[in-house]
């Protein structure tokens, strides 16, 4: 098989051989269901609780408070529609921001055309909400603040403390949406006073198709998939119990060496953060210089295009990815990268790669030294470049 | 996602660069959707073009066309050059994904647009071939003003 060097962590993760370890008896002799009255089933309920404790313990909260579900979006989802929906003899107004995932954003449009209101929070050139902004975006009305964590495309981390603290002090739920920031940052969900949180399995190195919300005890929230009384009522559907079981297993072994890990990825990543910008001329770092995720960079590499940039990284084994409108399929580039206040033709220019525990300084050189190339044959390409060399050279 | 014969154009993309007095010049596209494509032609005294030459801002799709497109031109009159469709473009690539067929367009109104240069530069005219509307160096001058 062709070598990779993978660096699309944001994207999705490899499970751990540990971790398919660990789910592999609860496919074949461990099937059973867990709501069965026989101990072959029964005794899944205990499987379930041990997981359910373990990523309670990664959060400070408590077992009961943590309910699983298919994954990110569905927890985003739920999060938001049925808050709005319990919630709405208080009132209909919902704050979140420009940046937030589009299982937000595009949850927020459909509430919106059911007679929901929402103000979108701009954010700085960093990437970061401002918090009074926040504070003169609260009405009466409303009824739930959701931002992220930390952003996908350019790895800025949000003031979620301090925006907890304000949702707090005015009465309204904070849900955040932390599918890239949980196991990689710390999180505390009651020093943070989160109500709501969603995570994601297979982005820490957890399986695909599972994740949970966590729900502050208290919070009322209507079932989302309605059905048998499996999650306390609260998310019908037979327990993907081997789902279950490899994120618990993801998230124990991610906490495990978490200070460590944490420090080598970002060692990593700023090795090659600092090669990129001295060595590559015309490039912009995206996202906020020091409250980032740790495994992420994301760079504007001026007169050049992201898809070109992207194939030909491909070309060398180097997995990466783009807010270029061509990789999305329409005319806009990433919304993120719009609302930092980039210029369309930077925007379109944009990289981002997204490390691993698993990433090496020597794969960091191997990767600028392509990407070097591939951008300086791009250049070349470009008529962008060619006019703002000739601009240059006639001043 | 893309055909053999794009990705070979892509990653070996034929007559790459400027032409120095290039006889006719054109630019179309913008930065704002991510595409935009330059065309330089040679052209000579029997009205043929003797060398073609792009560059190009744009995803795989954008560069592949461009490059066929000037393979397309070299050595025909202008009068057949303006006969080279983006369909033609196309089907010579093997086929494009739906959502890159405006890139094809873009290599063919780029080839109007260098010819409409080089017929006003030599006061001919090119039976239909319209006034480009898509020139970037025409919104950048109007934006000067």
Known sequence: MKKYIYLDHAATTATRPEVVEAMLPYFTENFGNASSVYELGSRNKEVLNKSRETIAAALGADATEIYFTAGGSESDNWALKATAEAYEKKGRHIITTKIEHHAILHTCEYLEKRGFEVTYLDVDADGRISLDELQAAIRPDTILISVMFANNEIGTIEPIREIGAIAKEHGILFHTDAVQ???HLKIDVN????????????KFN???????????KGVKIRSFIHGGAQERKRRAGTENIPGIVGMAKAVELAMANQDETLAHIKETRDYLVDRIMKEIPYTRLNGHKDLRLPGNANFSF???????????????GICGSSGSACTAGSLDPSHVLMAIGLPHEIAHGSLRLTLGEENTKEEMDFVVEKLKAIV???????????????????? | MYSEKVMDHFTNPRNVGELENASGVGTVGNAK???????????????IIRDVKFKTFGCGAAV?????????????TIYEALQVTNKAVMEAL??????????????????HAALWDYATKNNIEIPGLDKPVNDISEHEEEEEY
């Open chain 1, 181 to 183: 920031a949980f196991a």
């Open chain 1, 191 to 202: 020093e943070m006073n989160i109500d709501m949180l969603s995570a994601s399995g297979h």
């Open chain 1, 206 to 216: 957890g399986p695909k198709g599972v994740g949970f919300l966590y729900i502050r």
């Open chain 1, 302 to 316: 001026q007169f050049v295009e992201g898809e070109s940039l992207l194939i030909m990284l491909d070309m060398e």
């Open chain 1, 376 to 395: 300086q044959r791009l250049r070349d390409m470009s008529p962008l470049y060619e006019d703002f060399i000739k601009k240059s050279q006639a001043k």
């Open chain 2, 33 to 47: 959707c991510g595409d935009i494509m330059r065309i330089y032609l040679d052209v000579d005294d029997n009205q």
């Open chain 2, 64 to 76: 592949a066309t461009s490059s066929m497109a000037t393979e397309l031109v070299k050595g025909k």
């Open chain 2, 94 to 111: 093997d086929g494009l994904p739906p959502v890159k067929v405006h890139c094809s367009l873009l290599a063919e109104e780029a080839i």
